[in-house]
């Protein structure tokens, strides 16, 4: 059932990223008076659709995926010689419109953003120079001597770093040492640290957490919290005596208690309590077997709302920070610095989908924000058969003032195309292994 799901969720999301990403290069074509034969859902044989005008609006066989079939759109093709032909518009114009797709995803990702923050903003308290709440034994924070209570004043060449910054930094340097220097006691110390691969995604992990209050984001029925009396939005203080700063600290004085009960003491509206919670053991997805209560944690924050302009200008921030990572992955990538097992195709994509839909309409929206601003840097990547290989020979063509031989973009196409097919063919396979 939980696949069902997954799918149908899938394709939602897929399909409002069509719509958008297509429904950009189509009003963009339209304003130049380019003449559109067929806007399509998916790609291969027609299924079903309707004609407007000119235009065969159409759902197609294979559901992942759309194009907006222009006229004339490749050289030597039927009607290239048409005056409202793609090829017959200059090249600004065709630049327009090849960007104009990415332009929307872009567009949607801001938005969607802007609006659920005028609904609903998650205000975190923001901590430059963050202490160290929890370590994992045998981590790579752990043995590189780093002690719970340190203050992290310095990694590598940031100064004052939030831990947004610190688990961006471990993250883009899997196997590569880090530069860290601590406070501990009135003194500063320098350690080198080495974050470790991550098996399956091979983004760098050193094993740590900040201290910061934690609170229950949502009770899973049936587990020991529910029958505990444990509610979303229940401030965590302790749990067997010890006080609670980390998620880490927590789920690792349950696994160490082999099901055990866990004296856990909470604040809900001022009032402190505490209850024995009884762990299970359990399997979660990608995960070994081990003593759970059934609750998902989070760091507290306060929910409000932003005006129209806070929610916008937050929104670009948190959008212009996503498209740096994604560029930073990219980079690391091509450096050989980063593993490309991090990439997830429809298969990794389908799982997330139906977990946000399932946690509510709200981790949906970002999930949406998230994968919409992917698809558009994707989509501006310098490969030919994408818009940004497209906006690419279409800048060559403009620095050299005349067009580029049918022999050389036929050429390019191919090889675009076999490497677009290897990266789907490998992503499937990453997604597989995951499983």
Request: aromatic share 8%; hydrophobic share 50%.
């Amino acid at each position: 059932m939980a696949i069902l799901q997954d799918i149908w969720w899938l394709l939602v999301l897929i399909g409002v990223m069509i719509l958008i990403h297509e429904a950009g290069h189509f009003w963009a074509a339209r304003f130049f008076d380019v003449r559109i034969d067929t806007f399509s859902f998916g790609f291969g044989p027609r299924l079903f659709g309707f004609r407007r005008g000119e235009t065969d609006f159409r759902f197609s066989a294979i559901l992942f995926g759309g194009y907006v079939k222009m006229a004339g759109e490749q050289p030597g093709e039927d009607g290239a010689a048409d005056p409202r032909s793609f090829l017959s518009k200059p090249r600004w114009q065709r630049l327009i419109i090849a960007f104009a797709g990415p332009f929307m995803n872009i567009v949607l990702a801001v938005g969607l953003l802007t609006g659920l923050f005028m609904v609903r903003y998650p205000k975190a308290p923001v901590v430059h120079s963050p202490i160290v709440g929890a370590m994992v034994a045998n981590g790579a924070a752990a043995k590189a001597g780093i002690l719970e209570g340190d203050r992290v004043v310095q990694i590598d060449n940031i100064v004052n770093p939030t831990w947004d910054d610190i688990r961006a930094k471990e993250s883009f340097s899997p196997n590569r040492p880090l530069n860290v220097i601590v406070e501990r006691n009135n003194e500063r110390k320098f350690i080198t640290m080495t974050p470790i691969a991550d098996e399956k995604n091979g983004i760098g992990d050193a094993a740590w957490a900040e201290q910061a209050e934690i609170e229950v984001a949502s009770v899973e029925p049936g587990m020991g919290a529910e029958k505990a009396g444990l509610k979303a939005g229940d401030e965590l203080v302790a749990i067997n005596g010890l006080p609670i700063r980390s998620t880490v600290k927590m789920h690792e004085v349950i696994r160490s208690g082999e099901g055990k009960p866990a004296q856990i003491t909470y604040r809900r509206n001022g009032k402190d309590a505490t209850v024995p919670v009884i762990p299970v053991i359990k399997k979660v997805e990608n995960q070994e077997e081990t003593y759970m209560i059934g609750v998902k944690l989070q760091q507290k924050f306060e929910l409000t709302s932003l005006s129209f302009p806070n929610a916008f200008v937050e929104s670009c921030r948190q959008n212009l920070r996503g498209a740096t990572m994604i560029y930073k992955f990219l980079q690391g990538m091509l450096e050989r610095k980063m593993s490309p097992k991090s990439l997830e195709g429809p298969i990794g994509i389908a799982k997330h989908a139906g977990e946000a839909a399932r946690e509510g309409s709200l981790s949906f929206i970002l999930l949406m924000a998230a994968v919409s601003l992917n698809l558009a840097i994707f989509n501006l990547l310098p490969i030919p058969i994408l818009d940004g290989g497209v906006i690419l020979l279409l800048l060559v063509e403009m620095l050299r003032r005349r067009d580029l031989s049918l022999g050389v973009k036929e050429a390019v196409f191919k090889v675009g195309f076999v490497f677009l097919m290897a990266l789907v063919v490998f992503v499937l396979y990453n997604d597989i292994t995951k499983s």
